[in-house]
């Protein structure tokens, strides 16, 4: 993934203009020229977005910003909320299963502490699609958080970079500034903005499971999954472990391999019920004996077997999907 630096330009929208993925053809002028394409995959239907005339020049004119995975991550995403309206009228479909199946744009960006935090990250956020895939509500939240925490970095961690890396199904931000951990913003007594941010982002989100993880070399690193599943959470958050039902009966789970993370999370199997809460505390006070914060993720459970599990798990944050 290469990393880009800030941008000021915006999403196209009214169709009227054939911006092309790799240029159609070679030249000074031409961007994301691909010679390694056939002219008749250069001069394709397929090979390009349609949009108006003043956003189609702004993306022939600007390769760095507007990369060819870019245009055509934004011609799927297009395309499917067609299919979408034909299939079932003019609806909002952010947040659908088939929206997330898609998932977000690609995309990845270099932060300095001079650049314009504000404008630069606005711009990812609407470049990546993420009101389009999961609302305008998720899309701010998750825009002010980044604004504010790459703030926190710059101006409290003595961070001199910050990488925002945008994937399908999760966000990760890497700073090298000194540790702090995240979660503690969320009551921390002088906390301002970067608070104010995180709990919102806490809100808007499905599942709370934001890690942040520290590598003395490498410096502090954040993921933020936006998934519709807890079983996809162990591709998106390195702290997440999953437990199969047989390890209640067993419990010899070791989480040596996570003392780099704020916050383990349990994954624990679909319809828990009152039987698997013992073998689930031995886990739990396996997970404990790490010193780190712990948090268990259920779905599909009852309300009282959930009621009886905090009442069991007194010191652990449990997560009802």
């Not at 990546?128 to 002010?144: E, K, N, P, Q, Y």
């Not at 009551?187 to 806490?202: Q, S």
Request: proline share 4%.
């Amino acid at each position: 993934m290469n990393f880009r630096h800030p941008s000021n330009a915006r999403l196209p929208n009214e169709p009227a203009f054939d911006a092309h993925f790799p240029a159609a053809s070679g030249g000074p002028g031409s961007r994301r020229y691909d010679a390694s394409s056939t002219t008749e995959q250069r001069t394709s239907i397929e090979n390009g977005l349609w949009c108006c005339r003043d956003h189609g020049t702004l993306i022939d004119t600007d390769e760095v910003t507007y990369s060819t995975a870019m245009l055509k991550g934004w011609r799927v995403i297009a395309e499917k909320k067609a299919e979408l309206r034909h299939a079932h009228g003019d609806m909002e479909f952010a947040g659908s299963r088939e929206l997330v199946r898609v998932g977000l744009v690609d995309d990845a960006l270099a932060l300095t502490a001079n650049d314009d935090v504000n404008g630069t990250v606005g711009n990812l956020v609407v470049h990546c699609c993420v009101a389009d895939i999961w609302g305008r509500g998720v899309a701010d939240s998750v825009r002010d958080f980044l604004i504010e925490h790459t703030k926190n970095a710059f101006e409290h961690a003595a961070a001199t970079q910050v990488l925002i890396k945008v994937h399908p199904r999760n966000i990760v931000v890497e700073d090298n500034g000194r540790h702090f951990e995240l979660h503690s913003l969320a009551d921390h007594p002088r906390g301002r903005g970067g608070r104010l941010a995180y709990r919102a982002l806490l809100g808007a989100l499905k599942i709370h499971a934001i890690s942040s993880t520290f590598e003395t070399l490498n410096g502090n690193v954040v993921h933020v999954p936006l998934v519709s599943d807890s079983r996809e959470l162990a591709a998106t958050n390195p702290c997440t472990a999953s437990i199969d039902r047989s390890e209640f009966r067993s419990p010899r789970v070791s989480f040596s391999q996570f003392s780099y993370c704020d916050t383990i999370y349990i994954i624990a199997p679909d319809f828990l019920s009152y039987s698997d809460l013992p073998g689930l505390d031995l886990i739990v006070k396996s997970a404990q004996t790490t010193q780190k914060r712990i948090a268990v993720v259920v779905s599909k459970v009852s309300d009282a077997v959930i009621a009886h599990s905090r009442g069991l798990l007194s010191d652990v944050e449990i997560i009802s999907w």
